[in-house]
Nanobody, 124 residues
Framework: QVQLVESGGGLVQAGGSLRLSCAASGRTGSRFAMGWFRQAPGKEREFVAAIRWTGSNSYYADSVKGRFTISRDNAKNTVYLQMNSLKPEDTAVYYC?????????????????WGQGTQVTVSS
């Protein structure tokens, strides 16, 4: 079993930055892709970013491309999401996800493990 624990959410003004972290524990195995999804009130959960198990390839939703950066430290079993130039429309609960997926996918149903979520609120 794998556990994912997010941290780093909070309240920030538009134009500001936040960094989310997600620590994985348990038997992740090899080829463990990790990703970030978000869910705003009244909306479906949507893909934000994902990174291959090697860390060599990353993928982004068009809405965050150029503003967000996903990275991972395999020695720490941790994935990060650096969020810059935040907008009010980025306000959501952000979820970390992981699974034996290679290459990573935008489809949330492909991920077997999920964190509890962390709230990100961007004020205008």
């Amino acid at each position: 079993q794998v556990q994912l624990v997010e941290s780093g959410g909070g309240l920030v003004q538009a134009g500001g930055s936040l960094r989310l972290s997600c620590a994985a524990s348990g038997r992740t195995g090899s080829r463990f892709a990790m990703g970030w999804f978000r869910q705003a009130p009244g909306k479906e959960r949507e893909f934000v970013a994902a990174i291959r198990w090697t860390g060599s390839n990353s993928y982004y939703a068009d809405s965050v491309k150029g503003r967000f950066t996903i990275s991972r430290d395999n020695a720490k079993n941790t994935v990060y999401l650096q969020m810059n130039s935040l907008k009010p429309e980025d306000t959501a609960v952000y979820y970390c996800a992981g699974g034996q997926i290679d290459p990573p996918t935008r489809r949330l149903e492909a991920y077997d493990y999920w964190g509890q979520g962390t709230q990100v609120t961007v004020s205008s």
